[in-house]
């Protein structure tokens, strides 16, 4: 798939997530809501599993949203319920699970291999729907243009820090032959 074409792609993906209601979500997740006098006492509750029947995209970016609303301590226990899960069954809906929160950004469960490697099984198996496989497509898409990034930033820091030894280098060498200069002048004095 060309550059422009995951441009494209991911630009539709936006306008699908962009054209869901956030009201909608609000309603259906109270952790949406944020702070105020209808959930002052509610504690955000941990994100229910995706449902395994139909073809349902919209069940899979609901759960990927309502991730975001927990608690550190809830997205643990969601990552270890969903690894448990995925440990017993395997099946397609632990495997998205688990890829969902794998995917989550600045977060210690962010492992973007791991959910490359959920999101290529998925997709490869036939099971999938249709809907669900192209969205295991686009994200493992995304996935593997993310491990290139953070792969040319290992490779843009070891050339950068291969530079700033080179210019320590020869920040030496033009002290040496400062140091040098003034010996010389000073000698040529005596």
């Not at 809906?93 to 794998?102: G, P, Q, T």
Request: with cysteine.
């Amino acid at each position: 798939m060309s550059y422009v074409a995951k441009i494209i792609t991911a630009t539709a993906l936006l306008s699908v997530l962009s054209a869901c209601s956030m009201q909608e979500l609000r309603e259906e997740f109270p952790v949406f809501n944020g702070w105020n006098k209808a959930t002052e006492n509610v504690k955000p509750t941990v994100a229910r599993p995706l449902e395994t029947t139909g073809d349902n995209v919209a069940n899979i970016l609901r759960y990927y949203h309502q991730l975001g609303g927990l608690t550190l301590d809830q997205l643990h226990a969601e990552w270890e319920d969903a690894r448990r899960q995925f440990e017993k069954d395997r099946d397609d809906s632990a495997r998205m699970r688990l890829a969902m929160i794998a995917l989550r950004p600045n977060t210690d469960m962010q492992n973007l291999a791991l959910a490359g490697e959920l999101l290529r099984d998925y997709r490869d198996r036939q099971s999938a729907g249709r809907d669900r496989e192209a969205l295991a497509v686009l994200l493992n898409d995304m996935v593997n243009e993310q491990l290139k990034l953070v792969e040319l930033k290992r490779m843009a820091i070891a050339q950068l820090e291969k530079l700033q030894d080179q210019i320590n280098a020869l920040k030496n060498i033009e002290q040496n032959i400062h140091e040098r200069e003034l010996r010389d002048s000073g000698a040529k004095k005596r």
